[in-house]
């Protein structure tokens, strides 16, 4: 390890050209800690609502944008157990990711799945914690229930599709464009909605109604997605693209026995999401290491192209996943 390494920071608040290549210490590990060399860095939404102003990182975190890599274990801190320098990993992050290291909580560590590849490692922290923890913990997905999920060529939308298809649930995918709705149903959808062309309200109430919906959007949404619920039907929100506040009915919670609920993952404690962490261990990674589920790639770019793979996710025309190539020369 060097003491210093290269790093992408958010010069201020503003739209992708704030990110800006810059030298910053190499990170040491805190007790229960781990410094990661980063391979590969996963690009997310929260990373630009950090860079836009609009999402604050916790304050003992790093200012850094990036919330999940790959790479290899370079150091370790007191108290860590079960891990060893050397071992290639796939963290989620408080952040920090947009660098050439990071350290993290070991506990939020989890190994490379066999076969799999660090770039495409780099992509499965921040979605499939978010998805587990959303889709089945909190919104309760059983196998047979009808499962509707918007946004489902994004990363949390492609990831979100497999997962509930894999534990046998029907799934349900809302999406902007014939391809992305082509790539919905080849990942397990059932039925995939082009919502510039029809209306998942009619689509959900025709097919009995959704017991578990998960939300990106917000806005007008929601109103429409408390139609779209079936009786005793789940609605779990996690984003807010088009704004958390409006307008709605909410007599129909009542009468028809809905449940609205929500999370976010970054402002989590440490032991909630280690807890996430040993459960995808023990029930979702052996389905990467057998190839049954693996993340959609969309775009790579250069660690100082971080500029350009924002514009890229902001421009919604990507399906599936943009990572940044920090040290895989």
């Known amino acids: 390890m060097t003491e210093m390494m290269r790093a992408v920071e958010i010069t201020k608040p503003g739209g992708p050209e704030v990110l800006q290549i810059t030298d910053r210490p190499v990170p040491v590990p805190g007790h229960g800690q781990v410094v990661i060399k980063i391979a590969w860095a996963g690009v997310n939404r929260p990373d630009a609502l950090q860079r836009a102003g609009l999402y604050a990182p916790p304050p003992t975190a790093s200012d850094l944008p990036g919330l999940e890599a790959a790479g290899e274990i370079v ?36 190994p490379v799945p066999e076969g799999m590849a660090l770039k495409e490692a ?34 949390i939308g492609t990831t979100a599709i497999q997962l509930a298809s894999a534990f046998g649930a029907r799934v349900f995918a809302t999406a902007g464009s014939a391809e992305k709705c ?35 959007v917000g806005g007008d949404y929601i109103p429409r997605n408390l139609k779209a619920l079936a009786d005793d039907g789940r609605l779990v929100q996690i984003a807010f693209l088009q704004g958390p506040k409006v307008e709605a009915n909410f007599a129909q919670l009542m009468m028809r026995r809905l449940t609205m609920t929500g999370s976010t993952l970054r402002p989590q404690s440490d032991l909630a999401k280690a807890q996430i962490a040993q459960d995808l261990r023990k029930t979702v990674w052996p389905l990467l290491s057998a190839g049954r589920i693996a993340p959609v790639m969309d775009q790579s770019f250069q660690l100082e192209e971080a500029a350009k793979a924002h514009a890229r996710m902001e421009s ?10 920090v040290s895989d020369r």
Do not use: M
């Open 75 to 110: 150091a370790l801190g007191a108290g860590v157990a079960g891990l060893s320098v050397g071992d290639q990993v796939c963290a989620l992050l408080p952040g920090g990711g947009y660098a050439e290291y990071v350290a993290t909580s070991a506990a939020h560590c989890l």
């Open 122 to 155: 780099a992509c499965l922290p921040e979605t499939f914690f978010t998805v587990w923890s959303n889709v089945f913990t909190r919104g309760g997905l059983q196998g047979g229930e009808r499962f509707l999920v918007h946004g489902g060529s994004s990363g």
């Open 182 to 216: 082509a790539a919905c149903v080849e990942l397990g959808a059932e039925v995939a909605i082009n919502y510039r062309e029809q209306d998942f309200v009619e689509v959900l109430r025709d097919a009995g109604g959704a017991d578990l919906i998960l939300d990106i």
């Open 316 to 325: 919604s025309d990507h399906i599936g996943k943009i990572v940044l190539n």
